[in-house]
């Protein structure tokens, strides 16, 4: 019987042993496969529209996503050629009749510039002796010949230069005259130096951007500030982003067309004249976020962040922040939080069929208020034309001495030193 139960219990043995083995190679075979897949894969980054980066790098020997530079930077402005034409605007007022005239006559008797006014202001000043040399800038084709614009006024007067370029702006070179002048930030005692330096701004040295970056250079290099390698003489400036608003009307409503707008500060669609909340349905990147059930909801630009923005509790954003603000004005709820969108996305907010009343939309703080019915709905979108604005000394410090002149940001009593500190005779009182 113990014989037996020996050649019963070999065959066990045997395959007990085999199956160790294949047990013990297939761990083998496991341990070398997660071996080879531990080596990192190779990658690359590209765009929604196919582009390949070049913000973003990947390291060759971790395979490691980098930066190459910061999104963006104080950018610099030089003329190939030098500049022929300038506008000058005025604010309404006879207040400022008397530095306009000085402005005209230092630019065209001692920089050589041909000066062109808006058509209300021309016709008094041309009429005027030893201004007769002065052009009417009237039309389109008038406007295009501009190569820079001068603003003697206030933030209004900018909004009212953002209107008459849609298109691509000239640089503006703002000077204050208004009441609160958050973007004039040039004082007109400095008019004289500042336009010979923005108009004396030309490439003398055959300097050219494009090709120096394309050699090597960094970006850095080129647009940061106080940079050694930035040509002597070059002016910084604020490309400001602008909103493309276009208002697309409902088959139901009998209205085919779309009407398009640009802004500069910011877009407001509210409840207008009705007592009743507005009701809008909020679609960014083609997918409904939220339905707003506000008094209205405001879409605005970094430049625009320090204006209504501000007042709705909207954060206040540096004009280099490429990104579109989204803020909710008085909502009926207390989740509903203002926030800040990529300047990629593409935003729409529609009157839905349901609402209780029609809405309307405001641009720029224009009295022309333009009704949306049910139905309708609006699209705002970066604009790719910004608005160049011409810094006293850099952005990032023109744009915080901006927010202390007019706004008093962080303006306090300062604290006095701890009396524990304070010593009379080597001793602590």
Excluded at 368 to 380: C, F, K, N, P, S
Aim: glycine share 6%; net charge negative; aromatic share 6%.
């Amino acid at each position: 019987s113990s014989a037996a139960a020996a050649a019963a219990a070999a065959p066990l043995e045997v395959e007990v042993e085999t199956t160790n083995a294949a047990e013990a190679e297939a761990e083998a075979k496991a341990s070398e496969e997660h071996f080879v897949a531990a080596e990192k894969a190779s990658l690359f980054l590209m765009r929604c529209d196919g582009v390949s980066c070049s913000r973003e790098t990947v390291k060759e020997n971790d395979k490691a996503v980098s930066f190459a530079h910061a999104t963006t930077q104080q950018i610099y402005l030089m003329w190939k050629d030098r500049p022929r034409n300038v506008l000058v605007l005025k604010r309404f007022g006879l207040e400022l009749v008397p530095p306009t005239l000085e402005m005209v006559q230092h630019l065209s008797e001692e920089l050589g510039l041909t000066v062109w006014l808006e058509p209300q202001v021309h016709a008094r000043v041309s009429a005027m002796a030893g201004y007769s040399h002065v052009h009417l800038c009237e039309s389109a084709d008038e406007r295009d010949l501009i190569d820079f614009v001068v603003t003697i006024g206030g933030d209004g007067l900018i909004l009212h230069a953002s209107k008459m370029y849609p298109g691509g702006c000239p640089p503006i070179l703002c000077f204050a005259g208004g009441s609160l002048g958050f973007l004039t930030t040039h004082k007109l005692d400095e008019a004289s130096e500042a336009t010979r330096a923005l108009v004396e701004a030309v490439d003398t040295n055959g300097y050219n951007i494009e090709a120096s970056a394309r050699g090597g250079a960094s970006r850095a290099a080129i647009t940061a500030p106080k940079n050694p390698d930035v040509p002597q003489g070059a002016i910084p400036i604020t490309l400001r982003m602008r909103l493309m608003c276009t208002v697309v009307r409902s088959p139901d409503n009998g209205i085919a067309a779309t009407e398009e707008y640009q802004v500069l500060n910011e877009v407001v669609i509210d409840r207008g004249p009705a007592a009743s909340l507005t009701m809008l349905e909020c679609y960014i990147d083609g997918v409904l976020v939220t339905k707003v059930q506000a008094d209205g909801v405001l879409i605005s630009t970094p430049t625009g962040s320090t204006a209504y923005n501000a007042s709705a509790g909207g954060s206040m954003v540096h004009p280099n922040v490429p990104c579109i603000l989204f803020t909710p004005i008085c909502p009926h709820s207390l989740s509903f939080r203002p926030v800040v969108l990529p300047d990629s996305a593409e935003i729409e907010l529609r009157v839905p069929s349901y609402s209780r009343n029609n809405a309307c939309v405001s641009f720029d703080g224009s009295n022309e208020q333009v009704a949306l019915e049910r139905g309708d709905m609006i699209r705002i979108q970066m604009s790719e034309h910004p608005m160049l604005t011409v810094n006293r000394s850099e952005a990032t410090s023109d744009w915080f001495a901006s927010l202390a002149r007019c706004l008093n940001w962080n303006e306090r009593m300062e604290q006095k030193p701890s009396p524990l500190h304070q010593q009379m005779d080597g001793e602590v009182w």
